[in-house]
């Protein structure tokens, strides 16, 4: 069974039955029994940029046989990645052995082949050669049972967080390089996701940091003040209430026209610079008159990650990262309301939710195929 989703609406799902795990292993192949995987709203934004960044084209998705028979292109029905952990169940390959088990981008689908190569003890690339032009982080394999620390109860905080956090990481590590763009403040907005919140900690944790501030919608404020992390928390509709006599940057993973047009306005020329991450309000996403594009930047997280290995080499960077994510993954396992699913039947029956952000913010969704 995979897990499709329509490319032109989101909110709609379907179960297409898979073969694959019946096809014969070409040489140097293995075949992939998905295990358990993360959703957040970062996975919705793979659909929202799917077409502009790349997202459909990892995993092409199955024809159901009546597609398959009409020999009808599939262009209308894409699988979302998500980030989880996979066995191998067989192998024809001579450096890899069944009972492998991975942490990495999968489909949410019940099988997968893969071509490992560039392999090392502790990871492997997928050469597939859909995937050859895709951003190589994304195409990376951590093989787990390789790690001194592997800790199979650590699993479920890895998967939903890790590809959120190291994300928090590079952005800190940016912002830092750049003194902060000259700003005094911070504000982030869809404050209560869990990659704003992996920023917050790291924000907190750095006493020659900025002062940070909290924008969330009304029903997530409590949540956002619970934290204790942010300096200020203000709902959407209190915008006002920033102190715009301070020079700030903006960290937005919300995407929200309307409302950056608003905060660009109400800042003037004390917004410093507007770092564009995320679009959790995908459905907001007009750009509004008093947006300020001079002093905005798209931000992803692969191009900065690369960046940061190149000037701290592979066993640095580790160290750094490493070192970050254990002190927000940390902090945020105080709070995570971790949420098991079996199955994708349950995976599409709460993707909706997921979809129109109807699921709490403290809330982990974690499915387990
Ligand atoms: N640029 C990059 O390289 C990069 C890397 C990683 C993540 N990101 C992005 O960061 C964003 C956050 O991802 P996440 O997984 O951390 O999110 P998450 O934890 O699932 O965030 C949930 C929060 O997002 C807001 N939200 C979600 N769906 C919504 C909807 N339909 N309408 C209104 N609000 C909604 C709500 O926050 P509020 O009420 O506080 O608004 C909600 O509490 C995503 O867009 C993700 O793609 C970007």
Redesign the pocket.
Known sequence: MELQISRKNYTKTRLVSSSVQENTLADGEVLLKVDSFAL???NI?YAVVGDKLGYWQFFPPQLTVEEAQSNAVNDHWGILPVWGFADVVRSNHPDVPIGERLFGYFPPSSHLIMQPSSLSPSSWIDASVHRSKLPVGYNIYRRVQAEANYDKSFEQYRMLLY??HI?AFSLYNYFKTKNWFGAKQIVML??????STGLAYGVANDKQAPKQIAL??S??KNMVLGLNVYDDTFAYNELSKIDASIPTLIVD??GNGSLLSDLHEHLGDNMMFCSN???????DMQPGPHFNAERSEM????SQLQALIKEHGMAGFEQLSNAYLKHSIGESAKWLKMNKLNGLEEMSSIFNDV???KVP?EVGLIIQL
Not at 190 to 195: E, G, I, M, V, Y
Not at 299 to 302: N, Q, S
């Open positions: 957040t709203a970062n934004t590809p959120l994300t869809s404050a209560s996701s869990k990659t969330t919608s029903a997530n993973m919300s991450v995320g679009v959790t309000h995908w459905e931000f992803f997280a692969p979809c129109n952000g913010p």
